[in-house]
């Protein structure tokens, strides 16, 4: 009786897995042959069965090598296909997206009508408990810092295909406080938003006040939505505090200022304070990986010197000491961004349609009495009166105020741009995205996202002492190359959107760069968090001041110099 070859039987068995049960009976018939033309056919079936099976196992082969490599380039680069589209594609659509996501939100008071009713918990549910609570808040600390420890060195050594050790992700915890705290003053805003008959001593609607400082909002609305939703992929939510390089802290200072009665408002600024200086993480740190934002250069001003090693989100720092205490604020630990723009955007048709109407050489609308560095604007309103081609109004940030400045700076080349109450202003913002090019008179003006974009391709940077020469600026504006000034109006149509928030939080959006401003700091702060560790307990520091000197700039012989401190926190 014939039987199959030793060599082929064995082959048979080693490919039984992925031939299945028919093959690995082929022997047994094989062997139940008792005639020669019956083992010399099945003989041929088998080996005909057998180069099939070769074949087909070659090419499953081949498809996973195939998938293996498209997987390996595609997570490589999946996280850069968002900023690799077009600037000039809609914000909210990706390329070769079958489903593109729905359009982003930028109106904060639709965006805020949709969080508070589809997202918002019921009133007084209560927040995360501290140290203070129960147990021993030193034993508190340190339980977090061995586990901070612990997942800092699995980080460093673990592996480098995981997306969590990738050094460009930014971890936050976001603390879960009271809702007096959060959405309570939330739900203040949007039911007293229609009496805008509620005023800032200025005239100013404090509700739009509000709206124009309102990134508190809008970083921690996108920090809590789902992930699903997100959009954003260079910073995540951690619910573990071990996990994360910050802590974002989410109290409505500007909200609580404006809105509550003044003793009720410091009432609530000290709780809010005692809330989080009880809690572990910024025990261990003394705040120093915490975000706390304080964006109207009024909120929090009561208490906020207890939390100046914080990271405080600003509009701009003031160096003259009538907003910020020296010491409290430095460009190296803190966070300048954007003002919340007051006119709605000039998108690419409208930057189109609006280019021929442009016959306003330079434009102003605003207060034009304020305090501090805000006196330059009275002194060019009384050098640029009648002056050929300029518009300087007097007006507000109201409904009116709004409609009048919108058209005004979309019939203008240039948008005059000079100092408030504070160094910066939220006309700088509305010009940008209305395509106008500012011309900005601040002698000590710091500006967002400065370390990733260059404000020179979009704005002329004038002295004071040469603005307010008679004739000097006009002169030089009707001097400008027309090939110029082009050019900075297709940069103003390309940085636009770097200074629009939304819902969800776009990249290259104001969210997008404040995160990837804030992961820039992260090195500075663990460095100096671990110096004001290294002394044992019980014995002294040897020294505990923390003397800062302003962020100054200055214009001298028509350059700018910014002088500054290195920063040297102690413990």
């Not at 906020?304 to 405080?312: G, L, N």
Request: charged share 20%; with cysteine; glycine share 6%.
């Amino acid at each position: 009786m014939a039987t199959c070859p030793a060599q082929f039987e064995s082959l048979l068995f080693v490919d039984e897995v992925g031939a299945g049960a028919t093959f690995r009976k082929a022997p047994e018939v094989v062997q139940r042959t008792s005639s020669m033309a019956g083992a010399s056919k099945a003989f041929a079936t088998v080996a005909r069965s057998t180069s099939f099976v070769a074949a087909f196992l070659s090419l499953v082969a081949l498809f996973s090598a195939f998938l293996l490599l498209y997987y390996a380039r595609y997570s490589s680069s999946s996280r850069w296909l968002l900023i690799s589209d077009s600037l000039d594609a809609p914000l909210h659509l990706s390329k070769g997206s079958p489903n593109p996501a729905p359009p982003p939100e930028y109106s904060f008071l639709a965006s805020l009508e949709k969080f508070l009713t589809s997202r918002a918990p019921a009133a007084g549910s209560p927040g995360v408990a501290s140290a203070a609570d129960g147990g021993s808040p030193s034993a508190a600390v340190k339980a977090l810092d061995d586990s901070i420890w612990k997942e800092e060195t699995e980080r460093l050594y673990g592996d480098a295909v995981d997306p969590w050790s990738a050094s460009s992700v930014v971890r936050v915890y976001v603390y879960e406080m009271p809702a007096k705290f959060t959405y309570d003053l939330l739900w203040l805003f949007r039911n007293t938003y229609r009496e805008t008959s509620n005023l800032t001593s200025n005239g100013s609607p404090v509700h739009r006040l509000i709206e124009q400082h309102s990134v508190d909002y809008w970083l921690w609305a996108d920090l809590i939505a789902p992930e699903s939703e997100r959009l954003l992929k260079n910073v995540i939510r951690v619910n573990r505090q071990e996990e994360a390089d910050f802590f974002y802290i989410p109290f409505f200072t500007t909200i609580s200022y404006f809105l509550l009665e003044r003793q009720q408002c410091k009432a609530l600024y000290r709780e809010a304070l005692k809330w989080v200086t009880d809690q572990p993480a910024w025990q261990r740190s003394g705040g120093r990986d915490h975000i706390l934002p304080v964006h109207h250069p009024w909120s929090f001003k009561s208490v906020r010197r207890f939390m100046k090693k914080a990271i405080w989100l600003l509009p701009d720092m003031d160096s003259t000491g009538n907003w910020y205490k020296p010491g409290e604020v430095w460009l190296e630990k803190d966070l300048i961004l954007p003002y919340v723009p007051n006119v709605d955007l000039c998108d690419a048709q409208c930057l189109h349609d609006s280019q021929s109407k442009r016959s306003t050489l330079l434009f102003f609308r605003g207060r034009l009495k304020r305090n501090a560095g805000g006196k330059i604007r009275s002194k060019l309103a009384a050098v640029l009166h009648d002056s050929e081609g300029v518009v300087m109004l007097e007006g507000s940030a109201g409904e009116a105020g709004k409609a009048a400045a919108q058209t005004g700076m979309r019939r203008s080349l240039f948008c005059l741009s000079p100092a408030g109450d504070t160094p910066s202003s939220a006309r700088l913002f509305d010009a940008i995205v209305s395509g106008c090019i500012p011309v900005i008179v601040s002698a000590e003006l710091e500006l967002p996202f400065e370390g990733i974009l260059d404000y020179r391709k979009i704005a002329l940077f004038v002295s004071s002492n040469d603005a307010v020469q008679p004739g000097w600026l006009i002169n030089f504006l009707k001097n400008m190359d027309s090939k110029q000034i082009r050019e900075m109006q297709t940069n103003l149509a390309k940085y636009a959107r770097h200074f629009l928030f939304s819902s969800p939080a776009q990249p290259l959006g104001a969210e997008d760069l404040a995160w990837r401003m804030i992961a820039g700091k992260l090195v500075n702060i663990k460095l100096h968090t671990r110096r004001s560790q290294r002394v044992v307990e019980g014995s002294r520091n040897l020294c505990t001041c923390e003397c800062r000197a302003g962020n100054i700039t200055r214009y001298h012989y028509g350059r700018a110099t910014t002088c500054s401190t290195t920063w040297l926190q102690g413990p």
